[in-house]
T-cell receptor, first 113, second 113 residues
Framework: AQSVTQLDSHVSVSEGTPVLLRCNYSSSYSPSLFWYVQHPNKGLQLLLKYTSAATLVKGINGFEAEFKKSETSFHLTKPSAHMSDAAEYFC???????????FGPGTRLSVLP | NAGVTQTPKFQVLKTGQSMTLQCAQDMNHEYMSWYRQDPGMGLRLIHY???????DQGEVPNGYNVSRSTTEDFPLRLLSAAPSQTSVYFC????????????FGSGTQLSVL
């Protein structure tokens, strides 16, 4: 069975400061891990994906995430927040066959001017 | 470049009514799925399909039926709507076999009175 924990339901940062959104997972297999973003009243967009090729994954809009197997973590970071980054972020794990995508509860990111 | 198309975008039902949410994709994806999104709970998998004629239950299947007669279409049926089914519903599709990532429709906001 798989599960995802997003440690913060809400994160607030000032524009121009770093962003850290935390995610821990549980999986019986070597997982594929994703971060998706959902802007208000919009659908979900893929930010980045980890599939064991490299532990540091770069995504769109300056986001990146590091896979740490020993800590079962996949935290999302960005060096400098922008107002347009304000959204809901979901960490997702899937199994070997990509048939069961399990979503975390989400972290709402607020960016203050 | 339609991607994943969901209809309708909004729907209001009375308790006990039935309806079908439509989902179509034009990317020849084998995998299709339905999620519901409720505040603070992320997205929860309702049903999924790995190909025409094959469907399976997800985390929250009760009250919903699906079928997959073609690769392109994956409708979700509510046979007797209940207020607990008030939610935002997302359809998603994906390839299988090693490059899985979900492509989402724009969502259906359903209210059951």
């Amino acid at each position: 069975a798989q599960s995802v924990t997003q440690l913060d339901s809400h994160v607030s940062v000032s524009e121009g400061t770093p962003v850290l959104l935390r995610c821990n997972y549980s999986s019986s297999y070597s997982p594929s891990l994703f971060w998706y973003v959902q802007h208000p009243n919009k659908g979900l967009q893929l930010l980045l994906k980890y599939t064991s090729a490299a532990t540091l994954v770069k995504g769109i809009n300056g986001f990146e995430a590091e896979f740490k197997k020993s800590e079962t973590s996949f935290h999302l970071t960005k060096p400098s927040a922008h107002m347009s980054d304000a959204a809901e972020y979901f960490c997702v794990v899937t199994n070997l066959y990509g048939q069961n995508f399990v979503f975390g509860p989400g972290t709402r990111l607020s960016v203050l001017p | 470049n339609a991607g994943v198309t969901q209809t309708p975008k909004f729907q209001v039902l009375k308790t006990g009514q039935s309806m079908t949410l439509q989902c179509a994709q034009d990317m020849n994806h084998e995998y299709m799925s339905w999620y519901r999104q409720d505040p603070g709970m992320g997205l929860r998998l309702i049903h999924y399909s790995v190909g025409a004629g094959i469907t399976d239950q997800g985390e929250v299947p009760n009250g919903y039926n699906v079928s997959r007669s073609t690769t392109e279409d994956f409708p979700l049926r509510l046979l007797s709507a209940a207020p607990s089914q008030t939610s935002v519903y997302f359809c998603a599709s994906s390839t299988t076999g090693g490059d899985e990532k979900l492509f989402f429709g724009s969502g259906t906001q359903l209210s059951v009175l």
